[in-house]
Protein backbone atom coordinates (compact mmCIF):
# COMPACT_ATOMS: atom_id res chain seq x y z
CA UNK A 1 0.00 0.00 0.00
CA UNK A 2 1.45 3.40 -0.83
CA UNK A 3 1.75 6.41 1.56
CA UNK A 4 -0.69 8.72 1.34
CA UNK A 5 0.39 11.98 -1.02
CA UNK A 6 1.17 14.69 1.34
CA UNK A 7 -0.29 18.19 1.00
CA UNK A 8 1.87 20.29 -1.01
CA UNK A 9 1.91 24.07 -0.02
CA UNK A 10 1.10 26.59 -2.99
CA UNK A 11 1.52 30.86 -2.75
CA UNK A 12 -1.74 31.28 -4.35
CA UNK A 13 -4.19 30.30 -6.98
CA UNK A 14 -3.23 31.27 -10.29
CA UNK A 15 -5.12 33.97 -11.99
CA UNK A 16 -5.44 32.75 -15.14
CA UNK A 17 -6.33 28.86 -15.36
CA UNK A 18 -6.76 28.08 -19.24
CA UNK A 19 -4.15 28.69 -22.23
CA UNK A 20 -4.63 27.94 -25.53
CA UNK A 21 -3.03 27.76 -29.19
CA UNK A 22 -4.37 30.88 -31.48
CA UNK A 23 -5.91 30.46 -34.14
CA UNK A 24 -7.64 27.27 -33.22
CA UNK A 25 -11.18 26.94 -31.91
CA UNK A 26 -11.75 25.90 -28.50
CA UNK A 27 -14.23 22.89 -29.77
CA UNK A 28 -11.17 21.11 -32.02
CA UNK A 29 -8.84 21.44 -29.08
CA UNK A 30 -7.49 18.43 -26.85
CA UNK A 31 -6.30 19.59 -23.44
CA UNK A 32 -3.57 19.27 -21.35
CA UNK A 33 -4.64 19.53 -17.29
CA UNK A 34 -1.72 21.22 -15.25
CA UNK A 35 -2.33 20.70 -11.50
CA UNK A 36 -2.16 23.47 -9.13
CA UNK A 37 0.78 21.87 -6.87
CA UNK A 38 2.47 21.47 -10.44
CA UNK A 39 2.11 25.22 -11.99
CA UNK A 40 3.56 26.16 -7.98
CA UNK A 41 6.70 23.53 -9.08
CA UNK A 42 7.29 25.73 -12.32
CA UNK A 43 6.83 28.96 -10.50
CA UNK A 44 9.33 28.21 -7.85
CA UNK A 45 11.71 26.04 -9.96
CA UNK A 46 11.54 28.25 -13.19
CA UNK A 47 10.24 31.70 -12.82
CA UNK A 48 12.01 32.90 -9.83
CA UNK A 49 15.08 30.47 -10.36
CA UNK A 50 15.11 28.49 -6.94
CA UNK A 51 16.82 25.48 -6.32
CA UNK A 52 14.96 22.39 -5.79
CA UNK A 53 15.48 21.78 -2.02
CA UNK A 54 14.84 25.29 -1.37
CA UNK A 55 11.29 25.01 -3.83
CA UNK A 56 10.47 21.65 -2.26
CA UNK A 57 10.97 23.34 1.36
CA UNK A 58 8.97 26.37 -0.18
CA UNK A 59 5.93 23.45 -0.87
CA UNK A 60 7.10 21.52 2.68
CA UNK A 61 7.66 18.18 0.52
CA UNK A 62 10.84 16.44 -0.19
CA UNK A 63 13.28 17.02 -2.57
CA UNK A 64 12.73 14.20 -4.72
CA UNK A 65 8.63 14.51 -4.68
CA UNK A 66 9.29 18.05 -6.07
CA UNK A 67 11.52 16.77 -8.52
CA UNK A 68 8.74 14.65 -9.84
CA UNK A 69 6.22 17.84 -9.87
CA UNK A 70 8.71 19.58 -12.21
CA UNK A 71 9.21 16.70 -14.45
CA UNK A 72 6.00 15.96 -14.76
CA UNK A 73 4.48 19.51 -15.33
CA UNK A 74 7.67 20.15 -17.91
CA UNK A 75 5.83 17.11 -19.97
CA UNK A 76 2.60 17.85 -19.66
CA UNK A 77 3.60 21.70 -21.04
CA UNK A 78 5.95 19.99 -23.54
CA UNK A 79 3.25 17.82 -24.66
CA UNK A 80 0.64 20.89 -25.00
CA UNK A 81 3.62 23.37 -27.03
CA UNK A 82 4.50 20.57 -29.46
CA UNK A 83 1.35 18.92 -30.53
CA UNK A 84 -1.05 22.19 -30.26
CA UNK A 85 -2.93 21.71 -27.06
CA UNK A 86 -4.17 23.76 -24.74
CA UNK A 87 -3.65 23.96 -21.27
CA UNK A 88 -6.14 24.03 -18.10
CA UNK A 89 -4.31 24.27 -14.60
CA UNK A 90 -6.80 23.28 -12.16
CA UNK A 91 -6.65 20.21 -8.89
CA UNK A 92 -4.07 18.75 -7.07
CA UNK A 93 -3.77 18.07 -3.60
CA UNK A 94 -2.65 21.69 -2.14
CA UNK A 95 -3.44 24.41 0.58
CA UNK A 96 -2.64 27.83 0.11
CA UNK A 97 0.48 28.96 2.46
CA UNK A 98 1.11 32.75 2.94
CA UNK A 99 4.11 32.53 4.94
CA UNK A 100 2.15 30.99 8.15
CA UNK A 101 1.00 26.86 8.63
CA UNK A 102 -2.19 25.68 6.37
CA UNK A 103 -5.27 22.95 6.67
CA UNK A 104 -4.59 20.39 4.05
CA UNK A 105 -7.99 18.94 1.94
CA UNK A 106 -8.15 22.09 -0.03
CA UNK A 107 -9.01 20.64 -3.76
CA UNK A 108 -9.42 23.40 -6.20
CA UNK A 109 -11.39 23.32 -9.00
CA UNK A 110 -11.47 25.89 -11.81
CA UNK A 111 -14.57 27.57 -12.91
Not at 60 to 65: H, K, L, N, R, Y
Request: hydrophobic residues 35%; aromatic residues 6%; charged residues 30%.
Amino acid sequence: MPRPMRCRRVAFHPEVTYFKPAGVRMIDLDESVLRVDEFEAIRLKDLLGLDQEEAAREMGISQPSFHRLVITARKKIGDALVNGKAIRVEGGNYTIHRNRPGRCGHGWRGR
